[in-house]
């Protein structure tokens, strides 16, 4: 059976924005240029959009499914994007109108795709081959486009055959699904070798990757509380997810720093951008900061370069905020250090394409980010993306297929909640002014998780309980009489609390359930002593 690759209308939409934006100042001239000429500008357009936003899908979808052959990716994406638009173009022809073409069938598209310039330029040099072909047609240009594409897809065939023939033959048989249209394979009309073909087949062209050099944003630590992170048997949640995110932290640490690759990223084994997907309050943040912590512990012990960071997108009338992303992202792509970049609330960072439509700064934002995800910047493996969101599919398509989403759910169970409870009176059940017995933690348990109290809210509820319990008036008079001796202040803290007990906690979760639901039923249904 044949592979099918599949790219769906959302996938192709996302990328004609990315292009949009990408080539905006092409377009636009173009725009003028042809100004006199709508019928013409017209369908250049149509023919440019449809090309660029299949390019794009097509290449994002092949890096992932063949790392490390960038160009071969590159060539491909070509054959099929131009082999979509002249399959376009058939059905819109009339098959029973004669047409006057004045294609030249011996075009040069060696003068095309050129070898010795950027992906971008080379992108860009269709769509000005394109405009070029079409300069002199006085009738309907709609034949010579559709002749230009066609001729196009079967040079690149032909190209893509002379460059890498292992290449070629792995992928021939591939057949694309894009938005209904079938590409059945590769198909050469026309064998001709290219010749003189100057570019290397795994090489990286420095220059396809965004500049940034002009602003230089360093990347800061990110600061965490470490008093704040939990042990790891105090994290409520699927073992297996902290398990695996683990196991990427790993795999981070066995980065080559002499060859700048990490093994595992060339063996497709390390997935380095990792999206915690859950409702607020469900420890996300928790499960994130030991994760740091975890990493930081690796960094000491085995004497690496680890910096833990967040991305800073701030905006400054100086530098702008796409400049400082670029600066950043071409930090990481560097590969001089190991990178833990933990984005909280990751739907803020990257917004939906309707939203940044409005606003060209987001959308600029949306653009490159989707570029570091696809490997515009090289993933040499050095680094780690971790992100949370409340709701993953809110996400752009393109930037949610980059990660791996774990679904974090926190608390699942009555039991997870009754342990939750637990251990957020840990330090009361220490000090002994905690009465709470096993059973009475399972009935709070069922009455926050039957009540729909996030893990958040009970945890707050726990803390508050723990600070009201503390003795205050007689309390804060004793410690300040200790003000030079702070192992008797917190000593005498632990012992001026009165008791907390399972009705007082009971009482507090009720209250709370009452308020969410704006109803007093739920009262009813348990007993409060």
């Known amino acids: 059976m044949k592979p099918v690759f599949d790219i769906d209308r959302e996938t192709l939409d996302y990328n004609l924005n990315f292009a949009g934006s990408k080539y905006r100042s092409f377009l636009s001239n173009l725009r003028i240029k042809l100004d006199k000429n709508p019928d013409r500008l017209s369908k250049i357009i149509n023919s440019s959009r449809k090309y660029l936003e299949t390019y794009h899908s097509a290449k994002s979808l092949l890096e992932r499914e063949f790392f490390g052959h960038e160009n071969s990716n590159q060539i491909l994406s070509q054959y099929v994007s131009s082999k979509v638009v002249s399959n376009s173009l058939e059905e ?60 196009y ?16 033959e792995n992928v021939k048989d591939i057949q694309w699904n894009i938005d209904g249209q079938i590409i059945d ?16 087949k795994n090489e990286i062209f420095e220059d396809d990757k965004p500049k940034g050099t002009d602003f230089f944003t360093p990347l800061k630590p990110f600061l965490y509380d470490k008093n704040k992170v939990l042990p790891r048997n105090e994290i409520i949640g699927n073992e297996n997810i902290i398990k695996e995110i683990e196991e990427s932290v790993k795999m981070l640490f066995c980065y080559n720093t002499k060859e700048k690759i ?21 420890g996300k943040t928790e499960l994130s900061r030991y994760i740091m912590w975890y990493a930081d512990e690796l960094n000491n012990n085995t ?19 796409i400049q400082k992303l670029r600066s950043q992202l071409n930090q990481i792509s560097k590969g001089d250090k190991l990178y833990l970049i933990f984005q909280d609330e990751l739907n803020q960072l990257v917004k939906n394409p309707e939203i940044t439509e409005r606003d060209s700064g987001k959308a600029d934002i949306l653009f490159e980010f989707q570029k570091f995800l696809e490997g515009d910047y090289i993933n040499r ?75 958040r809210e009970s945890s707050n509820i726990c803390t508050k309980s723990l600070k009201n319990a503390f003795r205050k008036e ?8 200790f003000k030079e001796d702070l192992e008797k202040q917190l000593d005498i803290i632990d012992k001026m609390h009165n008791e907390i007990n399972y009705s007082m906690i009971a009482s507090n979760m009720i209250d709370r359930i009452n308020t ?10 348990y007993k409060v002593v």
């Open 92 to 151: 819109l022809i009339n098959d029973n109108r004669q047409f006057v073409t004045y294609f030249n069938t011996d075009f040069e598209f060696g003068n095309v795709w050129k070898d010795n310039l950027p992906e971008y330029e080379k992108v860009k040099n269709v769509l000005i081959n394109l405009e070029e072909a079409t300069k002199d047609i006085e009738s309907d240009s709609l034949p010579v486009i559709n002749e230009f594409f066609s001729a």
């Open 153 to 168: 897809s079967n040079y690149m065939a032909n190209y893509l055959l002379s460059f890498d023939s292992d290449y070629f």
């Open 185 to 200: 394979g590769i198909k050469i009309e026309d064998r001709r070798p290219i010749e003189n073909i100057d570019i290397e």
């Open 262 to 282: 990490n093994p595992f990223i060339v063996k497709k084994r390390f997935h380095n951008s990792i999206l915690l997907d859950g409702m607020p309050g469900s």
């Open 303 to 321: 004497d690496s370069n680890l910096l833990i960071t967040s991305l800073d997108i701030s905006s400054s009338m100086y530098d702008g905020n």
């Open 381 to 455: 493996g050095n680094y780690i993306l971790l992100g949370t969101t409340n709701i993953a599919t809110n996400l752009p398509r393109p930037v949610y297929d980059r990660f791996e989403v774990f679904n974090w759910k926190g608390v699942e169970n009555v039991e997870d909640m009754a342990n939750l409870i637990q251990f957020k009176l840990k330090e009361g059940i220490i000090s002994g002014y905690v009465n709470i017995n096993s059973d009475e933690y399972y009935e709070l348990g069922k009455i926050a998780y039957e009540g729909g109290l996030s893990a």
């Open 474 to 481: 007689e309390g804060i008079y004793e410690v300040h009489k």
């Open 516 to 525: 969410k639901e704006d109803s007093r039923e739920v009262s009813k249904l």
